[in-house]
């Protein structure tokens, strides 16, 4: 579902060049629970937005369900970004100026959706990440584990099959770390893809493999046994 | 050094009422290191914006150093804020557009400290988290982790005695994160008082002292042995 081929990234600032990505390759088949590791700065982030088709490879291919992403012009990349891919930011990226119910209705304006779906199918996701009472407040309004859960509510409602989640329990505590995990969990279960950056141990082993990126390249790729 | 009687902080939305702090009591002593832990929404940093005289209680009183801060008027709360306290953020709180090292200066600019000093003492807090070749990189420019180190030299750079940290290791892998523990550690045998909210034990266990949150509440107040 996803092939990476000898991707680079390269910032590019005045006479500076910040090689953020040096030749990544990788393969990750539908279904697959990916936690991606390693040391601050070493390109996670750029590498998933890359996959989130936020941002393009200054070198490489990347093949999205046989498709190659570089070659889709804009509507069709906001296409897929929409309906195949949901994606949870590590700054959590929410509107300041909107409520966390219609940040979460966000991606579904896009679609042919009733407002009612739209309202019904946001609060059902802010629900499932225990926020149904906060769904008025802005985001200035909530704590930072319930932004992040926000963003996390977000990046489910339209019904996405790839969730790419950077450090998505990075601002919660333990038992709703585990009440995340065990949603991502559930959505794997029924066939969804989740890539996740994280980096507690206790998080990556809820996943079937690991990823450790180390100065924009990979490192190890090993699988591990299902918690 | 920190006395809080009776802490409560209400929000008030429209006809709903929030009760972030509901009664909060504690003292800290100068030179001791705390790990503030609970549920996210508890109340952690809510009441680590109070300890920063950065919001005020709705009820109760906060002495710090002997002074009623609530008493002080607005310059004299800027002074206290500026000399005696090193605040991390939980979001960080970058001006975007200032780069790494801007930032890092700008605690810097209230005092009469001539333009050296404060870049070199910036540069400086810069190379103790790592940082030292990013310095020219706008926020945008520097990975999650890297932005959240930025804002811990920030608050290194007026050498406060009192160090405020809303999980500061939320973005950092284990290497990095021990790297910024041993940062507060230091400073902790200097004799400064370090308060940081975490919710990873492992991060708690640098602290001799944990304080446990619910539901706007402490839970728990209890020294551990020190790592
Ligand atoms: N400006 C505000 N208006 C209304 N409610 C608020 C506001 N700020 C915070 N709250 C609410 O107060 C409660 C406590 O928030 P706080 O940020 O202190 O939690 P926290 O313990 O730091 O959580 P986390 O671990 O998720 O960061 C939360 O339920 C939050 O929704
Ligand atoms: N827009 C940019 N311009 C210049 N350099 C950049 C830019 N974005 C990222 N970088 C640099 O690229 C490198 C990789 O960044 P990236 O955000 O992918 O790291 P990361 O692995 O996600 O780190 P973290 O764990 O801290 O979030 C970093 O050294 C960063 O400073
Ligand atoms: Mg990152
Ligand atoms: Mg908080």
Redesign the interface.
Known sequence: IIEVKNIHKT?I?GDVEVHALRGVSLEIEQGEFVAI??????G??TFMNILGCLDVPSKGEYFLDGVEVGKLNKDELAGIRNQKIGFVF??FNLLSRTSALENVELPMFYNNVTNTYRQEKALEALRIVGLAERS??MPN?L???????VAIARSLVNNPSIILA??PT????????IEVMEIFQQLNEKGITIILVT???DIAEYATRNVIFKDGKIQKDFSVGKR
């Open positions: 910032y600032m590791m390693g040391a601050s700065g070493s996670k982030s590590q700054g008025h407040h309004q704590s930072g584990g319930q932004q992040q859960r950077d450090e990075g601002n919660l505590d333990s038992r709703t770390s980096h507690e141990n």
